[in-house]
């Protein structure tokens, strides 16, 4: 892997000569992405650690963020002002619990990446927040959105939260959480322009 200049993204991503157009971003940074600005944020743990390295499979501590490089992102994106927010796990606060698995002892997970996500979600303006990480398709809360299989066009994702900046509804047959409506004091600045 090497380090590269990409110009359709405005920043530098990761590439290997022999797949030349596969493109990886790094673990964090902001990039430009069909115009849009957006803050690109890795990391998760992974429930499954004990399982994989017991069968001996593959696990990495760079899964997570360091203390420092949470210090140097929080550096690099604080008071930025982004259209979009990528991230691999989410905000602890959002945290989709119906979504955990009951095999696993939450009590042995690290969430430093969730807490460090909630803490630095604060220190940037943001407008629409997409995450992984929990196996799941669907509206998680206004202007927040989970993917796990599905793909979508950021300008679809972008128009659905204008629509709903100002008329409050969303189409019927998007699958909404449970937590939807639930208050959160983490929120778009779509929302706090209403206010």
């Known amino acids: 892997m090497k380090l590269v200049y990409d110009e359709d993204v405005d920043g ?3 590439m290997q000569d022999k797949w030349p157009t596969l493109r990886y971003f ?3 940074g902001i990039y430009t992405i069909n115009g849009y600005k957006i803050a690109v944020i890795g990391g998760a743990y992974s429930v499954d650690k004990y399982y994989r390295l017991q069968r001996g499979s593959f696990w990495n501590e760079s899964e997570l963020l360091t203390d420092e490089e949470m210090l140097q992102c929080t550096i690099d994106l604080t008071n930025q ?3 979009f ?7 602890i606060c959002w945290e989709p619990t119906d979504l955990f698995l009951n095999s696993v002892d939450q009590d042995s997970v690290d969430k430093s990446m969730e807490l460090f996500l909630e803490e630095i979600a604060q220190c940037f303006d943001w407008k629409i927040f997409c995450f992984g990480h929990y196996h799941a398709d669907r509206i998680e809360r206004p202007y927040v959105e989970q993917f796990f299989q599905d793909t ?8 659905r939260w204008i629509k709903y900046s100002k008329t409050k509804e ?3 047959w998007l699958d909404k959480s449970q937590n939807f ?4 004091f983490l929120r778009s600045s779509l929302d706090k322009d209403k206010e």
């Open 12 to 14: 530098e991503v990761y």
């Open 85 to 91: 927010v990528f991230t691999h796990t989410c905000p």
């Open 181 to 184: 409506y639930q208050k959160s």
């Open 170 to 172: 969303l189409d019927w």
């Open 81 to 83: 002002k982004v259209d």
């Open 152 to 159: 979508e066009d950021v300008n679809i994702i972008w128009n």
């Open 26 to 28: 790094k673990d964090w």
